[in-house]
């Protein structure tokens, strides 16, 4: 999943798991929560996935370019959006953009028949 996130979002802007970063504009991301949702006698068939995507900026207008084109990319890829919220940073001018998604990943392929 980080691969499928990363590589869905690097060429928006250098994307990095869980490192807060140095330059910018730059985007991070990290998976709150994993979870089983269906099981069978064979192992569990669905999980699900609560990913928060971290946007940065120091100019506002590329704060809302960089937002709009993730949240573009990721719901093309059936992640959906079920939170986002913004704040500025005023110690450091830095705005933070803030995005969770959801995503249903299909395991039937791994689970034992």
Known sequence: MRD??????????????????????????????????????????ETELF????IWTKKQIDHVNISKSVKERLMSLDFSRPF????????????????RYYYLRNNESEVIQ
């Open 51 to 54: 990913i928060q995507v971290d």
């Open 4 to 45: 499928t996130i990363k590589n869905a979002l690097n060429d928006i802007a250098t994307t990095q798991w869980m490192i807060r970063p140095s330059g910018f504009p730059s985007i991070s991301f990290r998976i709150i929560n994993e979870e089983g949702s269906v099981f069978t006698t064979g192992g569990e068939v």
């Open 84 to 99: 986002e919220t913004e704040e500025y940073e005023s110690d450091t001018n830095i705005f933070h953009y803030i995005q």
